[in-house]
């Protein structure tokens, strides 16, 4: 069964930055969403950026500007570059492919593969 693994657990300072990223395990998925979703303590689950497999992007708005997130189809890899962060972006951050998809979906219902999450931590 294919897997997504997320790594780069983090504790860093508001205003610092940190790189998480994610490996399918198996080559198995084809034209996918890559997204990131995080959870904070408390809270629900939210959707934090995406690529599609032509190389669109979407971000929430509350992490336009201060994260990029990028892939390697040849490495089913995923990189989430994370600047400027702040104390509420601490939250478990997971990583999720929708397969067969051409256009980024923004809940995470439509995604079938989520990593096991990672904890970042943002101290102020």
């Known amino acids: 069964q294919a897997r997504l693994v997320e790594s780069g657990v983090g504790l860093v300072q508001a205003g610092g930055s940190l790189g998480l990223p994610c490996v399918a395990s198996e080559q198995t998925f084809t034209r996918y969403v890559l997204a990131w979703f995080r959870q904070a303590p408390g809270k629900e689950r939210e959707f934090v950026a995406a690529?599609?497999?032509?190389?669109?992007?979407a971000y929430a708005d509350s992490v336009e500007d201060r994260f990029e997130i990028s892939r390697h189809n040849l490495k089913h890899t995923a990189w989430l570059q994370m600047d400027s962060l702040k104390p509420e972006d601490t939250a478990v951050y997971y990583c999720?492919?929708?397969?067969?998809?051409?256009?980024?979906?923004?809940?995470?219902?439509?995604?079938?593969?989520w990593g096991q999450g990672t904890q970042v931590t943002v101290s102020s």
């Open positions: 690529i599609s497999g032509s190389g669109n992007t």
């Open positions: 999720a492919v929708e397969n067969f998809a051409a256009r980024i979906s923004y809940s995470g219902e439509k995604y079938d593969y």
